[in-house]
T-cell receptor
Framework: DTEVTQTPKHLVMGMTNKKSLKCEQHMGHRAMYWYKQKAKKPPELMFVYSYEKLSINESVPSRFSPECPNSSLLNLHLHALQPEDSALYLC?????????????FGEGSWLTVV | AQKVTQAQTEISVVEKEDVTLDCVYETRDTTYYLFWYKQPPSGELVFLIRRNSFDEQNEISGRYSWNFQKSTSSFNFTITASQVVDSAVYFCALSEFTDYKLSFGAGTTVTVRA
């Protein structure tokens, strides 16, 4: 079983809705990530938090807003999304964000924007 | 430029056949790390193996084995006596010392038929 848990598993939202994806890990990891994955494509990095501070934003539109309340939790706030934002959103964590650390992924949240 | 190439898009085999997934990488770093992940239809990316550039020993874990050859920049993955539960998308990934972010290959979809 994965040690990175994500909720909800499935989310359907309208383009005017505000929703949040949640992620939790209890491995003591200090780096946490959000990835976006479209069908039949590899995951694409969106954000990296290191020691609870945002260290990487891969030019993600502002309608996606990450938040790291503490070292175990990571949220992704969603507002005014477009249908093309429909995808699998994967949360992940690693011991820190240095090269070579294994990144462990959660089960993902399947998002559909209607 | 593509750092990780998985030339096989889809592989279909009958149960108990062996299947080998190719992975070719490109980097100028002398220190780097290679990974394989499995993604079943449920969506979770499951970590399978991590290998650093200084360790060329092949590895076997149950029915899984990996062949790392720096001379050909390849890190191939073999599933022996495949089972239906092996059906998934398999991603090869690279993390470089100078760029710790994971670079994924396009993935290979393996279908094992009973």
């Amino acid at each position: 079983d994965t040690e990175v848990t994500q909720t909800p598993k499935h989310l359907v939202m309208g383009m005017t809705n505000k929703k949040s994806l949640k992620c939790e890990q209890h491995m003591g990891h200090r780096a946490m990530y959000w990835y976006k994955q479209k069908a039949k494509k590899p995951p694409e990095l969106m954000f990296v938090y290191s020691y609870e501070k945002l260290s990487i934003n891969e030019s993600v539109p502002s309608r996606f807003s990450p938040e790291c309340p503490n070292s175990s939790l990571l949220n992704l706030h969603l507002h005014a999304l477009q249908p093309e934002d429909s995808a699998l959103y994967l949360c992940a964590s690693s011991q820190d964000n240095y090269s070579g650390n294994t990144i462990y992924f959660g089960e993902g949240s399947w998002l559909t924007v209607v | 430029a593509q750092k990780v190439t998985q030339a096989q898009t889809e592989i279909s085999v009958v149960e108990k056949e062996d299947v080998t997934l190719d992975c070719v990488y490109e980097t100028r770093d002398t220190t780097y790390y290679l990974f394989w992940y499995k993604q079943p239809p449920s969506g979770e990316l499951v970590f399978l193996i991590r290998r650093n550039s200084f360790d060329e020993q092949n590895e076997i874990s149950g029915r899984y084995s990996w062949n790392f050859q720096k001379s050909t920049s390849s890190f191939n993955f073999t599933i022996t006596a495949s089972q239906v539960v092996d059906s998934a998308v398999y991603f090869c990934a690279l993390s470089e010392f100078t760029d710790y972010k994971l670079s994924f290959g396009a993935g290979t979809t393996v279908t094992v038929r009973a």
